[in-house]
């Protein structure tokens, strides 16, 4: 037991989950009605399509996926994508909360003159989620989070199947963000530009400190 403890002790960020979730539902009951709507003209050039919820929806699966085979498979690329993740989670939700944010594009389904199971989908999904705290788009940020440390992942590059289809996942995935009419085209550059920036501080920054604290434990290992 002590064994099994010590070799998944980095499940303690996982916590960080329970924080997220307090935090973000106390933002979905307050900011409701007094929030900066967020609206570019782009935005009314693209047309509602209810099949794009299918990657949509499997944003979920593709995160909680993501997390958990890194979790197994290596904690330092597990430390990466959860630094890069977490981090910029957090960053989302201090803006929601000094800027409150919100989006006003979302069609009448009754409307639309069709119906099918798509459509029901979304109906449900618009009654669950509001349309606030959008900007920067978690949905977006994610995506690119997890295709980043798929594509950085020295085990996984031997699968090309698979970089390949995470980055065509997430490329559908911010697609259906404004297809479904649930962000502004805006909310997605704003994602895209996060998920830069937390590149740079994870990938880039963070790991050239570990490889120069590694040459350093090197040289006093072999003075």
């Keep these: 037991m002590k064994t099994l403890i010590h070799k998944y002790r980095h499940a303690w960020v996982l916590s ?3 924080i997220y979730m307090v935090w973000f539902y106390y933002l979905e009951k307050t900011v409701t009605k007094n929030y ?3 609206h570019i003209k782009l935005d009314d050039l693209i047309p509602f399509n209810e099949w794009f919820v299918i990657p ?3 944003w979920f699966l593709y995160i909680f996926l993501t997390v958990v085979y890194f979790f197994f498979a290596s904690r330092d690329e ?3 994508v959860t630094a890069f993740l977490f981090i910029g989670m957090t960053i989302c939700l201090i803006i929601y909360t000094i800027w409150p944010n919100g989006q006003d594009l979302r069609p009448n389904l009754d409307a639309l003159g069709r119906d099918n199971i798509f459509i029901r989908i979304v109906r449900r999904l618009y009654s669950t989620d509001t349309s606030t705290n959008v900007c920067p788009s978690i949905h977006v940020f994610n995506s ?3 295709a980043i440390a798929i594509c950085k992942s020295e085990s996984l590059k031997k699968k090309p199947w ?3 289809g995470s980055i065509i996942l997430t490329i559908l995935i911010s697609l259906s963000t404004v297809f479904l009419k649930q962000h502004s085209a805006f909310d997605v550059i704003m994602g895209v530009l996060l998920a ?3 590149y740079l501080v994870v990938y880039v920054w963070m790991a050239a400190r570990q490889t120069d604290k590694a040459k350093e434990k090197k040289l006093y290992a072999e003075i």
């Design 16 to 18: 960080y989950f329970v």
């Design 36 to 38: 900066y709507s967020i």
């Design 56 to 58: 949509y929806m499997l």
């Design 78 to 80: 597990f430390y990466r």
């Design 144 to 146: 690119i989070g997890a």
């Design 162 to 164: 698979l970089t390949y």
């Design 196 to 198: 830069f920036v937390m």
